[in-house]
């Protein structure tokens, strides 16, 4: 069991070399993220946000620092290894949904836990899918495919999908990115509500001020540098 910070970036670099040429992406990055800790990231368009992301997710390698997430250094870990790490570590909301069209609300939730608990029975597999589903609303869409649904509901099904199987991390990048103002506070609450109750870890990039101001803290990412923005409080006096 990890009692440290969910997620402890050091000094990460990422370059990629581009026409022969390098392009560096994120310079000197250092995010520390304790569990159930809430955590937003703004910053303009190009800046590294899903850079950043694709890293703490193990879905990218850094080229310089270190990235522990959970207490594991991704870059001492083979492709194996990462992607064992990802089933049992994270969960990832995307902008775009990533919902799997031709399975349904029930299914596209209920693969995802196969996923991360193999040995699970197909009874408690669709017991768990469901409860993630009436979690975010959507006890009476369970056999609704995407098409089906909503943006918003949509957006529902992806949130429980990342969540179902209650891992440490929650990423989310724009979640809210492709819904209209009113739907994507709905689904940011449910969000941090479900983070909240099942104390994980939330890292979420939006373009949204007034929502990232409901996180625990608020980063701003600058042409690849990372900086801490949260609103200071005044200190409370004992
Ligand atoms: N695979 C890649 N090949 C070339 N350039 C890349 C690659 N991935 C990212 N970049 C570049 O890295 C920079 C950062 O991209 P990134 O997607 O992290 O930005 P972002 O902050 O998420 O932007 P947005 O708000 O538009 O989503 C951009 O200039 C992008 O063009
Ligand atoms: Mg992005």
């Not at 969960?91 to 836990?113: E, K, R, W």
């Not at 957006?155 to 724009?174: I, S």
């Amino acid at each position: 069991m990890n009692s440290g910070p969910i997620i402890d970036a050091r000094d990460v670099d990422y370059s990629l070399e581009i026409a022969g040429r390098p392009l560096h992406i994120l310079r000197k990055v250092s995010l520390t993220v304790l569990p159930s800790e809430v955590v937003a990231i703004v910053g303009p368009s190009g800046s590294g946000k899903t850079s950043l992301l694709m890293l703490l997710a193990g879905l990218e390698r850094a080229t310089g620092g270190v990235v522990a997430v959970n207490g594991s250094d991704l870059g001492a870990m083979n492709e194996d290894e990462l992607a064992r790490f990802r089933r049992h570590t994270l969960g990832i909301v995307f902008q775009s949904f990533h919902l799997i069209p031709s399975l349904t609300a029930l299914d596209n939730v209920g693969l995802a836990l196969e996923i991360a608990e193999p040995n699970l029975g197909m009874a408690q597999v669709r017991e768990k899918a469901a409860a993630a589903l009436a979690a975010v609303g959507l006890g009476d869409r369970l056999d609704h495919r995407p098409t089906a649904l909503s943006g918003g509901e949509q957006q529902r099904v992806g949130l429980a999908r990342a969540t179902v199987a209650n891992l440490p991390l929650l990423l989310a990048d724009e979640p809210t990115g492709n819904l209209d103002q009113k739907t994507g506070a709905v689904v940011v609450d449910l969000m941090f509500d479900l983070a909240r109750r099942n104390r994980t870890a939330v890292v979420m990039i939006t373009h949204d001020p007034a929502l990232a101001a409901r996180a625990d803290r608020v980063f701003t990412m600058t042409q690849g540098q990372l900086t801490e923005t949260t609103a200071k409080t005044a200190p409370v006096s004992l």
